[in-house]
């Protein structure tokens, strides 16, 4: 008998490989087991334009010489069922004679969102949701895609290195490096998710950074924005050079929550946004952060600049609180992830 939980697992594996692959698309794997249990084919999906997860299976089995008719599907997300860049998974599912289908969770597209499920039981195709714990696992991958689905923009990531005393620079603005080597590179697989890195151009005349995926292997690269309403973007800043594309953010579009709705409606998943404190501080007192990534180093600074510049409060009450989604060490740092409660 087919170990469902064992494939599904498998295929969020395969699914984490789409990771700066499969944008704006969303992140999915899919595993074909015959009835006693052998693994037919697996797949992931591929660039956009390209195979979803359940045609890359299918194409493995076929490869392998095996026939998937009376096969189970596993998937982390509901099989597509309109004509996008490709035709519907659906579609291939039900003309290579699956008779399975255990699917993760529901898509959250509008144009999909239980039709594919519902087409496959129409087809005769038996078809299981998955336990709530596999699930949630299965959305967490695809955060930004839900968010845009579901809200119309991206799933905004807000990252910083800190001391222990909340500082992420010297007064005069220089800051590297607050982290070590380990934390810089994880920095950069968090980059690699996103669909836009976004900065403010005091960090570029500041710093002047690349803010590319450079430290871990990627497919493509994220948009690099700079909100610069003055236009004081350098013509040599190092955000101009490749790889990657670089866009300023100008006047008239300085309004951060009418910018990530356009973002959202360009097919951008995940804002990670990496900045000083004014932008820092204006994307937090807007609402605007869905979640902290926190590189907190063991060193004190003393006087230096803030995570970010907040608007004052007039009673501790009024404190906005995050809840811990987890605390990793790397190296001798501390990752610390935290969303609003």
């Known amino acids: 008998m087919p170990d469902i939980p064992s494939a599904l697992r498998q295929a969020l594996a395969l699914a984490e490989q789409a990771i700066g692959l499969s944008d704006p698309n969303p992140r999915v794997g899919c595993v074909i ?13 591929q660039a956009a334009g390209q195979a979803h997860a359940e045609v890359m299976a299918l194409r493995d089995a076929t490869t392998r010489g095996h026939d998937v008719r009376g096969a ?60 709530p714990a ?8 695809n955060i930004g895609f839900f968010s845009r689905m579901q809200r119309g923009r991206p799933f905004v990531r807000l990252k910083s290195a800190v001391s222990l005393d909340g500082r992420t620079a010297l007064p005069d ?3 590297q ?6 934390a810089r590179i994880d920095g950069h697989a968090w980059r690699k998710r996103a669909g836009a890195v976004l900065t403010g151009i005091g960090t570029v005349l ?22 610069d309403p003055q236009g004081r973007m350098p013509a040599d800043a190092r955000m101009w050079q490749p790889p ?6 100008g006047p008239g579009r300085a309004d951060l929550a009418a910018l990530l709705t356009e973002l959202g409606g360009e097919g951008i ?11 820092s501080g204006a994307f937090l007192d807007a609402g605007l952060v869905d979640e902290l990534l926190i590189y907190q180093a063991p060193l004190l600074i003393g006087e230096g600049r803030p995570l970010a510049a907040l608007a004052p409060l007039a009673k501790l009450g009024e404190a906005r609180r995050w809840q811990r989604v987890e605390a990793t060490p790397v190296g001798q740092d501390l990752r610390l992830r935290l969303r609003p409660t």
């Open 177 to 182: 490096w607050i982290t070590g080597e380990a």
């Open 244 to 249: 990657g594309q670089t866009r300023i953010v």
């Open 206 to 227: 500041a710093d002047n950074p690349r803010l590319d995926v450079r430290l871990v292997p990627t497919a493509r690269q994220p948009l690099r924005l700079v909100l």
């Open 134 to 141: 596999m699930a949630e696992a299965a959305r967490e991958l």
């Open 269 to 279: 998943n995940e804002l990670h946004v990496e900045a000083g404190p004014t932008l």
């Open 72 to 131: 189970t599907a596993i998937v982390t997300l509901e099989p597509c069922s309109h004509h996008g860049r490709t035709p519907p998974c659906c579609d291939a599912l039900i003309a290579a004679g699956i008779a399975r289908v255990v699917c993760a969770i529901e898509d959250p597209n509008p144009q999909v969102a239980g039709q594919g499920l519902a087409r496959l039981q129409a087809a005769g195709i038996q078809v299981e949701r998955a336990e």
């Open 33 to 45: 087991l015959a009835p006693d249990g052998r693994e037919l084919g697996a797949g992931h999906t």
């Open 173 to 175: 603005g220089r800051s």
